[in-house]
């Protein structure tokens, strides 16, 4: 296992890091503000009025899996239970039964390629549902929206992957402001763009350790195992995309529970065979000890209980529950990490802040990849 010493020694050299990093995932996280801008732009120009226009549909069918998957469920998660129109998420190839010609669907993927991005898209016209593509440019997708003639949303070939979520998630964001499903506040993309940028400044490389809120992540998370913890169903939809970075990136593997309702579960995980033995010295020094030990991962969201309280089993308590976590990892001195909890997140609407979270989450999972060396030996 890597030394934390070594690790910093790593994640402090521009050089090292710059020749451990061949697909250029650090300056594909930098620029997110950037693709938020862009992918803004290009959405506008695929003109979105062709399926607007129409008015809100019966049922919204989001096809994505991974990152479009993440994004789809932000959506559904914005709208919450009381959402005028139906939601559902699927993975293709097939669309749900039940989907007709007063519904849309969208097909969100990266790559626009394979059975399960291009059959709905066919199907879809086959059954009369409007349709929207979320692709690559010169993809099957593309051409499959073309013959529909539905409006199309290219990623750029300059894209990186596994640093696509935004691409798919702000057309998203635009179609359901749109549609009037979420009020246009809600979805400040200029904001959000802000926000991606503030962190960009903040974790670059060109921050050093100990002032880079995503490098002391990544240091921390170097010799764990992560138990995240989500407040509320916003969240929980972050801890799903940062779950699945930190095993695809750093080989990592990640438990997750959202509350209230995995409290239980949570708690019980905290507690169990893997939690410091009560005779541990909390303060001893740890650089001898073999294996990985738990850290908690925290992701708030303050507003979880306010505006998702309807779809919980028990209303208001996802912060109640979130505390009741704490306090059991500190009765087994299991050390905690809160995600972006630096500095004034208050100042950022609900968008804002998640898109920090996830963004200081990108940087560390990327840190910690290269801290490791993990790009250069999947390539190798």
Known sequence: MTSPEIAEEVLDDLEVLRARDPRGLLPAVAGAGAQVRETARLTDEADLRRVTEGGRPRGLVIVGRREGAVAAEVIRTLLGPSSPVTVDVVPGPALPVWTGPSDIAVVATRTGAGRYAVAPAYEAARRGVSLVGIGAEDAPLRAACSAARAPYVPIPASRVQHTTLWSLLTPLLKLAT??????????????????????????????????????????????????????????????????????????????GFRLPDQRVAACAVLGGPLAPQADDDFFRDRADDEGRRLRLLTIRDTEAGELDGAGEREPRSAAEAIDQVLRTAAAHNIPVSGLAEYGDAARFGRLPRLARQLAVADFSAVYLALALDNERALRS
């Open 178 to 255: 749109d549609l009037e499903l979420i009020p246009a506040g809600v979805a400040d993309l200029e904001g959000i763009a802000t926000a991606l940028d503030e962190v960009a400044t903040e974790c670059g490389p060109a921050q050093e350790s100990f002032v880079n809120p995503a490098k002391t992540l990544a240091l921390e998370l170097l010799d764990a195992l992560p138990v995240i913890v989500a407040e509320g169903p916003l969240a929980g939809a972050a801890a799903t995309r940062i779950a699945d970075q930190l095993a695809t990136l750093a080989g990592l593997p990640v438990s």
